[in-house]
Nanobody, 120 residues
Framework: QVQLVESGGGLVQAGGSLRLSCVVS????????MYWYRQAPGNQRELVAS???????NYADSVKGRFTISRDNAKATVYLQMNSLKSEDTAVYSC??????????????WGQGTQVTISS
């Protein structure tokens, strides 16, 4: 019922920037906590950044100072601005939403993921 659609992935050179977007439908977006995860082949999935319904943010140590998570409640969209990209940032990035659907049911939903590849 709750759907997430990511976009913005692609190829970029080391030191460059990308902005990922995740559009959420079927939920009361402003009440949702939002998360960006990433997973590279052979690696564990890791939490990259989060933003709560109260707009509090947290970041993995590996991306602090380089990545910024933000949300636009009017557009039901969460963003991940990625700057100073490194080869180690290469991964599939996935968006996660947690909260209440428009039917008042608690949920956790994931997007399909978008590939980010950093060239050296």
């Amino acid at each position: 019922q709750v759907q997430l659609v990511e976009s913005g992935g692609g190829l970029v050179q080391a030191g460059g920037s990308l902005r990922l977007s995740c559009v959420v439908s079927g939920s009361i977006f402003s009440s949702n906590d939002m998360y960006w995860y990433r997973q590279a082949p052979g690696n564990q999935r890791e939490l990259v950044a989060s933003v709560t319904s109260r707009d509090s943010t947290n970041y993995a140590d590996s991306v602090k100072g380089r990545f910024t998570i933000s949300r636009d409640n009017a557009k039901a969209t969460v963003y991940l601005q990625m700057n100073s990209l490194k080869s180690e940032d290469t991964a599939v990035y996935s968006c996660r939403a947690e909260g209440l659907s428009r039917r008042g049911i608690r949920f956790v939903s994931w997007g399909q993921g978008t590939q980010v590849t950093i060239s050296s």
